[in-house]
């Protein structure tokens, strides 16, 4: 039996961490090709997406709903999360504060709403004169679902549930 010195060991020990370093790279199915299951009885969905253009920000915010957490904003990414009908008060942790960075919405049971996160980039500027730091503002805009539904499913799908 080799022991953990042999060369061998070492070779397989570093095949499965590469194999494993390979993984968490590989990037994440489309929205589209991901079985989605139907809403549950007497809730209603919210799914949450971002494009990631050249000018989005790199950040990853918490989303969140009535202040509790519900997710993280990934730049090209898509999620959705099932909740009780009722009010909600539907935002995105930012640095910066400005109008209109938030959504009030009454969601009814069965209904899917559609919430896209926009930032803007750089839109604070700190550390002097070069500029050492830069924080994003980010926004949630509620987009109808005709419009929203083609862009989550182009989006790297981040769970649900």
Same mark, same amino acid.
């Given at each position: 039996? #080799?022991?953990?010195?042999?060369?061998?060991?070492?070779?397989?020990?570093?095949?499965?961490?590469?194999?494993?370093?390979?993984?968490?790279?590989?990037?994440? #199915?489309?929205?589209?090709?991901?079985?989605?299951?139907?809403?549950?009885?007497?809730?209603?969905?919210?799914?949450?997406?971002?494009?990631?253009?050249?000018?989005?920000?790199?950040? *990853?915010?918490?989303?969140?709903?009535?202040?509790?957490?519900?997710?993280?904003?990934? #730049? &090209?990414?898509?999620?959705?999360?099932?909740?009780?009908?009722?009010?909600?008060?539907?935002?995105?942790?930012?640095?910066?504060?400005?109008?209109?960075?938030?959504?009030?919405?009454?969601?009814?049971?069965?209904?899917?709403?559609?919430?896209?996160?926009?930032?803007?980039?750089?839109?604070?500027?700190?550390?002097?004169?070069?500029?050492?730091?830069?924080?994003? *503002?980010?926004?949630?805009?509620?987009?109808?679902?005709?419009?929203?539904?083609?862009?989550?499913?182009?989006? &790297?799908?981040?769970?649900?549930?």
């Amino acid at each position: 039996m #080799p022991s953990c010195s042999t060369p061998l060991s070492r070779r397989v020990l570093c095949a499965g961490a590469l194999s494993l370093a390979m993984v968490s790279c590989a990037p994440l #199915p489309p929205t589209a090709s991901v079985a989605i299951p139907p809403i549950p009885a007497g809730e209603a969905r919210v799914w949450f997406y971002r494009d990631g253009g050249p000018y989005d920000g790199a950040g *990853t915010p918490y989303l969140r709903m009535n202040e509790a957490i519900v997710g993280v904003s990934e #730049p &090209q990414g898509a999620l959705y999360r099932d909740v009780a009908r009722g009010q909600y008060h539907v935002t995105v942790d930012s640095y910066g504060k400005d109008f209109n960075q938030s959504r009030d919405v009454y969601l009814f049971a069965g209904q899917q709403a559609y919430f896209k996160i926009v930032s803007l980039r750089n839109w604070i500027a700190c550390g002097g004169r070069r500029n050492d730091c830069q924080r994003d *503002t980010f926004y949630v805009w509620e987009i109808p679902p005709e419009i929203a539904q083609g862009d989550v499913a182009r989006g &790297q799908f981040y769970g649900g549930g």
